[in-house]
Protein backbone atom coordinates (compact mmCIF):
# COMPACT_ATOMS: atom_id res chain seq x y z
CA UNK A 1 0.00 0.00 0.00
CA UNK A 2 1.67 3.26 -1.42
CA UNK A 3 1.01 6.22 1.91
CA UNK A 4 1.77 9.75 1.86
CA UNK A 5 5.08 8.50 3.50
CA UNK A 6 6.53 6.82 0.14
CA UNK A 7 5.65 10.15 -1.46
CA UNK A 8 8.29 12.40 0.79
CA UNK A 9 10.76 9.44 0.23
CA UNK A 10 10.36 9.44 -3.30
CA UNK A 11 10.82 13.17 -3.49
CA UNK A 12 13.62 13.08 -0.92
CA UNK A 13 15.63 10.54 -3.36
CA UNK A 14 14.91 13.87 -5.73
CA UNK A 15 16.01 16.60 -3.23
CA UNK A 16 19.33 14.46 -2.50
CA UNK A 17 20.58 14.12 -5.83
CA UNK A 18 20.56 17.80 -5.98
CA UNK A 19 17.47 17.61 -8.87
CA UNK A 20 13.14 18.16 -8.94
CA UNK A 21 10.65 16.06 -10.76
CA UNK A 22 8.29 18.42 -12.99
CA UNK A 23 4.70 17.83 -11.63
CA UNK A 24 1.79 19.45 -13.13
CA UNK A 25 -1.75 19.49 -13.11
CA UNK A 26 -4.31 19.24 -15.98
CA UNK A 27 -7.92 18.98 -15.07
CA UNK A 28 -10.20 18.15 -18.17
CA UNK A 29 -14.10 18.79 -19.61
CA UNK A 30 -14.37 22.65 -18.98
CA UNK A 31 -17.29 23.82 -20.84
CA UNK A 32 -19.31 26.11 -18.50
CA UNK A 33 -18.68 28.10 -15.79
CA UNK A 34 -20.68 26.58 -12.42
CA UNK A 35 -19.83 25.03 -8.78
CA UNK A 36 -17.54 22.36 -9.48
CA UNK A 37 -15.26 24.71 -11.71
CA UNK A 38 -15.19 27.34 -8.64
CA UNK A 39 -14.23 24.78 -6.43
CA UNK A 40 -11.66 23.91 -8.61
CA UNK A 41 -10.18 26.89 -9.03
CA UNK A 42 -9.89 27.33 -5.11
CA UNK A 43 -8.13 24.62 -5.14
CA UNK A 44 -5.60 26.06 -7.25
CA UNK A 45 -5.88 29.44 -5.87
CA UNK A 46 -5.53 28.50 -1.94
CA UNK A 47 -2.66 26.27 -2.91
CA UNK A 48 -0.65 28.29 -5.47
CA UNK A 49 -0.13 25.21 -7.53
CA UNK A 50 -0.72 25.91 -11.15
CA UNK A 51 -3.52 24.91 -13.45
CA UNK A 52 -4.08 24.07 -17.07
CA UNK A 53 -7.52 23.54 -18.10
CA UNK A 54 -8.50 21.38 -21.32
CA UNK A 55 -11.83 23.32 -22.73
CA UNK A 56 -14.09 21.40 -25.00
CA UNK A 57 -14.42 24.38 -28.07
CA UNK A 58 -17.76 23.33 -29.07
CA UNK A 59 -19.15 23.24 -26.00
CA UNK A 60 -17.72 26.10 -24.19
CA UNK A 61 -19.70 29.52 -23.10
CA UNK A 62 -19.47 33.00 -22.78
CA UNK A 63 -20.01 32.12 -18.98
CA UNK A 64 -16.89 30.21 -18.43
CA UNK A 65 -14.88 33.00 -20.76
CA UNK A 66 -16.26 35.72 -18.77
CA UNK A 67 -14.97 33.09 -15.68
CA UNK A 68 -11.67 32.13 -16.63
CA UNK A 69 -11.21 35.97 -17.66
CA UNK A 70 -10.08 36.67 -13.98
CA UNK A 71 -7.88 33.55 -13.71
CA UNK A 72 -5.43 35.07 -16.17
CA UNK A 73 -2.81 32.68 -14.49
CA UNK A 74 -4.97 29.50 -15.56
CA UNK A 75 -3.47 27.81 -18.84
CA UNK A 76 -5.97 26.64 -21.43
CA UNK A 77 -5.30 23.84 -23.06
CA UNK A 78 -7.78 21.92 -26.45
CA UNK A 79 -9.83 19.01 -25.73
CA UNK A 80 -10.58 17.70 -28.84
CA UNK A 81 -13.28 19.56 -30.61
CA UNK A 82 -17.18 18.49 -29.29
CA UNK A 83 -15.99 15.59 -26.91
CA UNK A 84 -18.47 13.23 -29.03
CA UNK A 85 -17.87 9.78 -29.73
CA UNK A 86 -17.01 8.15 -32.94
CA UNK A 87 -16.28 4.91 -32.11
CA UNK A 88 -18.16 1.35 -33.06
CA UNK A 89 -19.89 -0.48 -30.41
CA UNK A 90 -17.34 -2.71 -28.85
CA UNK A 91 -14.57 0.06 -29.41
CA UNK A 92 -13.31 2.07 -26.80
CA UNK A 93 -14.38 5.03 -26.98
CA UNK A 94 -12.76 7.51 -29.40
CA UNK A 95 -13.40 11.38 -30.60
CA UNK A 96 -10.05 11.66 -33.09
CA UNK A 97 -9.88 8.19 -34.69
CA UNK A 98 -10.12 6.95 -38.23
CA UNK A 99 -13.76 6.16 -37.99
CA UNK A 100 -14.23 9.47 -39.79
CA UNK A 101 -12.47 10.83 -42.94
CA UNK A 102 -8.71 12.38 -41.42
CA UNK A 103 -9.84 15.36 -43.36
CA UNK A 104 -12.76 15.62 -40.83
CA UNK A 105 -11.46 15.02 -37.60
CA UNK A 106 -8.62 17.44 -38.26
CA UNK A 107 -11.02 20.48 -40.03
CA UNK A 108 -13.39 19.66 -36.65
CA UNK A 109 -9.83 20.84 -35.12
CA UNK A 110 -9.33 23.80 -37.04
CA UNK A 111 -12.68 25.18 -36.32
CA UNK A 112 -12.24 24.42 -32.65
CA UNK A 113 -9.40 26.33 -32.54
CA UNK A 114 -11.15 29.33 -33.92
CA UNK A 115 -13.78 28.62 -31.37
CA UNK A 116 -11.44 29.17 -28.61
CA UNK A 117 -10.14 32.21 -29.94
CA UNK A 118 -12.96 34.00 -30.25
CA UNK A 119 -13.78 33.28 -26.53
CA UNK A 120 -10.05 33.80 -25.30
CA UNK A 121 -8.07 35.67 -28.05
CA UNK A 122 -4.10 34.21 -28.49
CA UNK A 123 -4.68 33.00 -24.77
CA UNK A 124 -5.18 28.91 -25.49
CA UNK A 125 -1.99 26.81 -25.65
CA UNK A 126 -1.29 25.15 -29.05
CA UNK A 127 -1.85 21.99 -27.22
CA UNK A 128 -4.38 19.12 -27.83
CA UNK A 129 -5.31 17.14 -25.28
CA UNK A 130 -7.49 14.77 -26.97
CA UNK A 131 -10.85 13.10 -25.63
CA UNK A 132 -10.46 9.95 -23.51
CA UNK A 133 -6.86 10.81 -24.17
CA UNK A 134 -6.77 8.85 -27.35
CA UNK A 135 -6.22 9.83 -30.99
CA UNK A 136 -5.31 7.32 -34.39
CA UNK A 137 -1.47 7.54 -34.37
CA UNK A 138 -2.14 8.29 -38.43
CA UNK A 139 -3.58 11.87 -36.96
CA UNK A 140 -0.31 12.85 -35.26
CA UNK A 141 2.01 13.68 -37.79
CA UNK A 142 -0.61 16.28 -39.33
CA UNK A 143 -0.87 17.98 -36.09
CA UNK A 144 2.19 20.47 -36.03
CA UNK A 145 1.05 21.62 -39.75
CA UNK A 146 -2.14 22.49 -38.24
CA UNK A 147 -1.04 24.39 -35.79
CA UNK A 148 -0.34 22.64 -32.65
CA UNK A 149 3.12 22.68 -30.54
CA UNK A 150 2.46 20.04 -27.69
CA UNK A 151 -0.11 17.06 -27.56
CA UNK A 152 -0.81 15.43 -23.91
CA UNK A 153 -2.92 12.30 -23.05
CA UNK A 154 -2.29 9.93 -20.32
CA UNK A 155 0.29 7.47 -19.63
CA UNK A 156 4.52 6.97 -20.08
CA UNK A 157 5.56 9.23 -23.38
CA UNK A 158 7.20 6.66 -25.72
CA UNK A 159 9.17 10.24 -27.03
CA UNK A 160 9.11 13.39 -26.42
CA UNK A 161 8.67 14.35 -29.60
CA UNK A 162 5.75 11.74 -31.25
CA UNK A 163 6.68 13.85 -34.38
CA UNK A 164 9.18 16.93 -35.01
CA UNK A 165 7.29 20.33 -33.84
CA UNK A 166 5.27 18.40 -31.32
CA UNK A 167 6.24 17.74 -27.79
CA UNK A 168 4.39 15.29 -25.52
CA UNK A 169 3.73 15.78 -22.13
CA UNK A 170 1.57 13.60 -20.61
CA UNK A 171 -0.84 12.95 -17.25
CA UNK A 172 0.22 9.72 -15.16
CA UNK A 173 -2.49 9.99 -12.28
CA UNK A 174 -6.05 9.88 -12.52
CA UNK A 175 -7.99 10.75 -9.82
CA UNK A 176 -11.41 9.02 -11.11
CA UNK A 177 -12.23 5.13 -10.69
CA UNK A 178 -14.29 5.48 -14.25
CA UNK A 179 -15.82 2.22 -13.82
CA UNK A 180 -17.64 3.02 -10.71
CA UNK A 181 -17.54 6.28 -10.90
CA UNK A 182 -15.54 7.61 -7.98
CA UNK A 183 -12.22 8.51 -6.32
CA UNK A 184 -9.41 5.63 -7.53
CA UNK A 185 -8.62 5.62 -4.02
CA UNK A 186 -5.51 7.51 -1.77
CA UNK A 187 -3.29 4.06 -2.29
CA UNK A 188 -4.05 3.74 -6.01
CA UNK A 189 -3.53 7.49 -6.59
CA UNK A 190 -0.74 8.15 -4.74
CA UNK A 191 1.00 4.32 -6.29
CA UNK A 192 0.70 5.85 -9.64
CA UNK A 193 2.28 9.07 -8.49
CA UNK A 194 4.93 7.59 -6.89
CA UNK A 195 5.93 5.04 -9.73
CA UNK A 196 5.60 7.36 -12.27
CA UNK A 197 8.00 9.80 -10.44
CA UNK A 198 10.67 7.04 -9.82
CA UNK A 199 10.69 6.31 -13.44
CA UNK A 200 10.82 9.81 -14.53
CA UNK A 201 14.20 9.96 -12.23
CA UNK A 202 15.93 8.16 -15.52
CA UNK A 203 14.16 9.41 -18.23
CA UNK A 204 13.39 13.21 -17.06
CA UNK A 205 9.81 12.92 -18.20
CA UNK A 206 7.24 15.77 -16.40
CA UNK A 207 4.73 13.75 -14.47
CA UNK A 208 0.86 14.82 -14.83
CA UNK A 209 -1.81 14.67 -12.41
CA UNK A 210 -5.06 14.54 -13.54
CA UNK A 211 -8.48 15.98 -12.59
CA UNK A 212 -12.03 15.95 -13.99
CA UNK A 213 -13.99 18.59 -11.96
CA UNK A 214 -17.07 17.60 -13.23
CA UNK A 215 -17.02 14.40 -12.00
CA UNK A 216 -15.36 13.91 -8.77
CA UNK A 217 -16.75 12.94 -5.68
CA UNK A 218 -16.15 14.20 -2.25
CA UNK A 219 -13.15 12.31 -1.40
CA UNK A 220 -11.56 12.48 -4.84
CA UNK A 221 -11.55 16.50 -3.74
CA UNK A 222 -10.54 15.93 -0.67
CA UNK A 223 -6.79 14.39 -1.90
CA UNK A 224 -6.68 16.66 -4.64
CA UNK A 225 -6.45 19.48 -1.87
CA UNK A 226 -4.01 17.57 0.34
CA UNK A 227 -1.69 15.96 -2.39
CA UNK A 228 -1.30 19.49 -3.52
CA UNK A 229 -0.60 21.31 -0.21
CA UNK A 230 1.59 18.45 1.15
CA UNK A 231 3.44 18.60 -2.96
CA UNK A 232 4.11 22.14 -2.64
CA UNK A 233 6.24 21.61 0.84
CA UNK A 234 7.93 18.53 -0.58
CA UNK A 235 12.09 20.15 -2.03
CA UNK A 236 12.00 17.63 -4.37
CA UNK A 237 9.01 18.55 -6.88
CA UNK A 238 8.92 21.14 -8.58
CA UNK A 239 5.38 22.45 -9.67
CA UNK A 240 5.24 23.70 -13.46
CA UNK A 241 3.15 25.52 -15.41
CA UNK A 242 1.86 23.83 -18.66
CA UNK A 243 3.05 27.34 -20.51
CA UNK A 244 6.82 26.32 -19.16
CA UNK A 245 6.54 22.90 -20.00
CA UNK A 246 5.14 23.46 -23.05
CA UNK A 247 6.68 27.33 -24.09
CA UNK A 248 10.04 25.85 -25.29
CA UNK A 249 8.18 24.93 -28.29
CA UNK A 250 6.66 28.30 -29.63
CA UNK A 251 10.28 29.57 -29.71
CA UNK A 252 11.26 26.84 -32.05
CA UNK A 253 13.12 24.72 -28.98
CA UNK A 254 13.83 21.18 -29.76
ZN1 LIG B 1 -12.49 14.63 -21.50
Redesign the pocket.
Known amino acids: MTTWRDLEDEAARWAEAGRAADLWWRD??AANAGPSLDRLLAIHRDTGVPLAL?V?PAKATAALAERLAREPGVDLLQ??YA?VNHAAALEKKIELGLQRPAMLVLGELGTGRMALERLFGRRPLTVL?P???RIAPALVPTLPEIGFTGLSTFGLRQRSHPVKGLLAVNTHVDLIDWKNQRFVGEAVALGALVSALSRARTSGEPIGMLS?HLAMDAEAWDFLRSMWQRATKLPGLRLCPAHGLFGAEGEGGG
Open positions: DDAVHGHVPWNH
